[in-house]
Structure formats: C-alpha cells, structure tokens
C-alpha cells in the first residue's frame, strides 16, 4: 500500500524527483516584465509550453514573442500556486532571426538612452605615442593592425590586452579589458577594439549591452574596428570613432608620415608667408602713423624747441638786468649819502624843529614865547622865543 503524503510533502519529494539544471531550447511566448525586474514567458514547440521565469538581471540580450533561445535552468513545482514553471539562470539566442531581433531592440534601447549621440564622441590624438589594443594576440586582424601601423607611423608603442573575442567568455574578458585600461595608468592615448570579420552569431559578443556599455564608460578614447566593411556591431555606434576594418583602425589612429610631413611642409610656408604679408603690412602701418604723427606734433615741437631756445637765453638776460639794477642801487645809495641830513650837521649845522616837529626855515614861524627844538650832529636842545628879531634864547636845556 502507498504511502500517504501531505501535499506539501508530495510537492517536495516531487522537487527532488526534478532537481537539476537543463538545457531546454524553445521559441518565446507571452513574454513580460513585471515591476521592472521580474520576467515571465512561456518557451513552447510545436507540442508543448512550459512557463519561465527570470530577473531582468539573468538577461544579457532583450527578448521578445517569437524569438528562438536557449535557456539553463531547473524545473520546479511552486509551493503555493501548484504550478510548474522553469527557473532560468541563463538565456542563449539561437538562429540568425533571434540575433537579429535583439540586435535591433538592444540598439533602439540604447539609441533612445543617447549612447549613440554624435555630440558625446571625443576628438582622438592626432600621434599617439601610446595605443592600447583589445583583440586576440593570435587574430589575423591584430596582425593588420600592427603591420598597417608600423608602415604608416613607426615608433608608437602598443599594449595589447588579449581576450577571447567570440564565445560565451568574449563579453566578460572585453569588460575586463575595458576596465583593466580605464583603472590603470597604463598612459594609452587612445584604445582600439579589433577583430576581423563573421556572421553575426559570430560578432554576438561585440553586440551585447554590457560591451557596449564598456566602451560607452571608457575614460579613454576608443576606436572600434569589427568585422568587415559591411559589419555593423553596437560597439561600432557608440565608440568614439568607427573603423570599416582592422587595417582602417590602424589609419585612423595614426596618420601617414609621409602625408604628414608633405603636410607640415605646407603649413609652415603657408605661415612663413602669413608672417612676411603681416609683418610688410605693419610696417607700412608703422610707417604712416609715424608721418602723421610727426606732420601733427611739428608745429608743437618747434614751439617747444623756441621755448627751449628762449629758457637757454634767460640766465643771461637774467644777468644783464641784474647788473643794471644793481647799479641803480648803488648810485642810489651814494645820493642818500649826499643828501642825508646827519651827514650835513656834523659838518657844523643845525635843524630847527618848531613843537609839532616840523622844520623851521624861517623865523617868521616861531612867534615870542613859542617852543623850537634845535638838533646838531651831536645831540639837540629845547628853546623858547624871547625876541623873534635878534632870536635871543630865555633858556635852553640840552636834550
């Protein structure tokens, strides 16, 4: 008799009947995103369907109803709900229409977030001394690569970072390359992604988001030369710069040295003949606004040079009209001497002030009684008027 079972337990032993990881391959139905990270979709055949589950974060490539994929992951029988569904860890495109579809919706996706933005891409150095490469060291594209660059410009040092550029491990082994360069001071100048031509199941790896995102964060400029001319890879759109090739990475990275130098040659007689058409053009400058100049101030200078002239002059006109007032002063000074009333009363005469002080010249002035004052070389004496016609003196006193 069979064993009876709680249907907890029947769920559980019936987990443990199905554990393990499958490949299961299928085409998607009824595919969509809840909460902006769970994801649900039906993978079915002709015969049958059976219900998955995932994280947006188990995704490398964007999915959608009619895709054929591959899928890993373990069955399970859900506790509450009684359903079976298939819990996936990871999703392989299969079929160039698959590739194709993601292709095209991972490229919308990012074009809509700008990462394909002409404004955003950087200028490259016109000579780098350095170039950092990643590609496989053994690829016939790397070996173009660095032909087309010795012959073009020898001497620039390459860092090649080696990775596996198809394959399930071509995504991780770029990302890290990208990173391994941007954290580094390697003193690369600019970063080149090579590799040569394939299908696109072939160039899958260069067409996934988180390359894509790699070479969209890189600090460094980047060139990306995948594929052949009519390969178009994601990383082709949002790299600094595309190359059609390998061999056209290495042309846009450095230029020709003989273009170059044909170049430099022609710059430099094109300024050396800027300099002399400017230098005669200044001059010329030069030389007119010095003829105004000097036609402007001559009138000026000249009255300035007389001035000159005349100040020159001045310390001898000086002179001159010191030399006659000089002698003015000292015939003025011998008739003061003539004429000074002392030097006239000590030859023996006298002045005769009357009270007031003023000079007496006739004895007219002074009537009887009146007071005069007599002044002589030496000293004067006071009297008074007794008789104004013989002038007899009453008294004196020496004053």
Known sequence: MLPVMTVSEFIEQVNGIIAGEFVIE?????????????????????????????????LTHPLEDGMKIRVLGYPKVHDKSGRFSVTVQKVELVGEGSLKKAYLLLKKKLEDEGLFAIERKRALPKIPMKVGVIASRDSAAFGD??????????????????????????????????????????????????????????????????????????????????????????????????????????????????DFLNELDFSLEHIFSSMQNKIHRWRRLVEQNLYTISSVL?????????????????????????????????????????????????????????????????????????????EFGQGSVLGEVLDPKNKKIKQGKLL
């Open 26 to 58: 299928g085409e998607v139905s009824q595919y969509k995103i809840s909460q902006g990270k769970w994801i649900f979709f039906d993978l079915k055949d002709d015969k049958a369907v059976v219900n998955c589950f995932a994280t947006v974060f188990n």
């Open 298 to 374: 001559e009138a000026p200078l000249q009255k300035c040079r007389n001035l000159i002239l005349d100040f020159n002059r001045v310390p001898q006109t000086l002179q001159s009209v010191l030399s006659q007032r000089q002698a003015f002063v000292l015939s003025a000074q011998r008739l003061f001497k003539n004429v000074d009333p002392k030097r006239v009363l000590k030859r023996g005469y006298s002045i005769v002030k009357n009270a007031k002080g003023v000079l007496v010249k006739d004895a007219k002035q002074l009537d009887i009684g009146a007071e005069f004052v007599v």
């Open 145 to 258: 690569f660095i032909r087309i660059l010795n012959n073009r410009w020898g001497g620039v040092e390459v860092n090649l970072f080696h990775v596996v550029v198809q394959g399930e491990q071509a995504p991780l082994e770029i990302t890290q390359a990208f990173n391994y360069f941007n954290t580094h001071d390697t003193g690369c100048e600019v970063l080149v992604l090579i590799r040569g031509g394939g299908s696109l199941e072939d160039l899958a790896a260069f067409n996934s988001e988180e390359v894509v995102r790699a070479v969209y964060g890189s600090k460094i400029p980047v060139v990306c030369g995948v594929g052949h001319e009519r390969d178009e890879s994601l990383a082709d759109f949002v790299a600094d710069r595309r190359a059609s090739t390998p061999s056209n990475a290495a042309e846009i990275v450095v230029p020709d040295k003989a």
